[in-house]
């Protein structure tokens, strides 16, 4: 990983978490994060209990299902948690949960790129649909939000416990810098995304999913599969450029899928946000370069800018 490709490395202090950590942190400060004990124990937690969800038929919104759903979600979480404790040392614990709850890691830019730009690429690709042909939606959700104002802060929470949260606890938080450290930022960025996509693979076969809806193997199915492993890169970006923020991810994840909630996309729309978010990824890594998707250490690219 000396060079931008996205293939492994072998000279520490030229490895991507050696450029995008503080400078009192040494590359092996990274090496406590170990993405394969992670994704085995993760997918093995999850599949675990979702699998017989699926054969039972049971609905995963419903008791007893719902049991087996929730239990299923915490396999991200609790692999990272259980690796921190049983593998990491205290100062990695310490940076872990200080990553998580510090906000002033994320800068005001950053904040601004986190919570505008999932809703304009949704609203942009609105917009294209209705130019190209789809109806123009009701924007029923949002239409409840509007009479019931107290709802978007429920509704929020609420989205935030069951999604993003847990997820980037895992994702991020925790299974990044270990991928980082052996392999460029664009590389680790990929092999998570594929990692991130393939486990919400069971998700299509539960009725009443929002997975489900888009059916197998359909232009929705893939839609989403691809879209899920591209924009793994910009949850990268923004990863790096805010101290490795845990927190930054949570709130990038919500606001993709609080947008998309309240953005609908008619037929042609919906294939859209894929295709704008393949043109940013190509963008982002041409100007910052796929060795960090950083132009310096986020640490100091941190604060108020």
Do not use: C
């Not at 699926?54 to 690796?83: C, K, Q, R, S, T």
């Not at 049983?86 to 510090?102: I, M, N």
């Not at 923004?238 to 990038?252: D, K, P």
Request: hydrophobic share 50%; no cysteine.
């Amino acid at each position: 990983m000396t060079d931008d490709r996205t293939g492994d490395g072998t000279a520490a202090e030229t490895s991507t978490v050696s450029i995008i950590a503080s400078s009192d942190k040494d590359p092996e400060f990274f090496e406590y994060s170990n993405p394969w004990q992670f994704f085995a124990i993760a997918f093995g937690v999850s599949y675990l209990f979702w699998i017989p969800l699926i054969v039972l038929e049971y609905d995963p919104f419903a008791m007893p299902g719902l049991i087996l759903f929730a239990a299923g979600g915490l396999g991200v979480p609790g692999a990272a948690i259980f690796l921190l404790f049983w593998a990491a040392e205290d100062q990695h614990r310490r940076d872990y949960w200080r990553r998580l709850v510090d906000v002033r890691r994320i800068g005001l830019r950053w904040y601004a790129v986190i919570f505008l730009l999932f809703p304009a690429l949704n609203g942009l690709a609105l917009l294209l649909g209705v130019l190209a042909g789809d109806s123009v939606p009701a924007f029923e959700r949002a239409a409840e939000f509007a009479a019931d104002p107290i709802s978007i802060l429920l509704y929020a929470v609420f989205m935030v416990v069951f999604g993003p949260l847990p997820e980037e606890l895992g994702w991020r938080g925790y299974a990044l810098d270990g991928l980082q450290a052996r392999w460029n930022a664009v590389g680790a960025s990929l092999i998570l995304g594929v990692a991130w996509a393939a486990w919400h693979a069971p998700l299509f076969l539960m009725v009443g999913t929002y997975q489900a809806e888009l059916g197998v193997l359909t232009l929705p199915f893939w839609e989403f599969m691809i879209g899920a492993t591209i924009t793994s890169v910009l949850y990268t970006w923004i990863y790096n450029n805010t101290g490795r923020s845990i927190l930054g991810a949570v709130l990038f994840h919500f606001s993709g899928n609080f947008s998309g909630e309240l953005i609908p996309h008619g037929t042609i729309g919906r294939l859209l946000p894929a295709v704008f978010t393949l043109l940013l990824v190509i963008v982002v890594v041409a100007v910052y370069g796929p060795k960090t998707l950083t132009r310096r250490s986020p640490v100091q690219s941190s604060g108020t800018e």
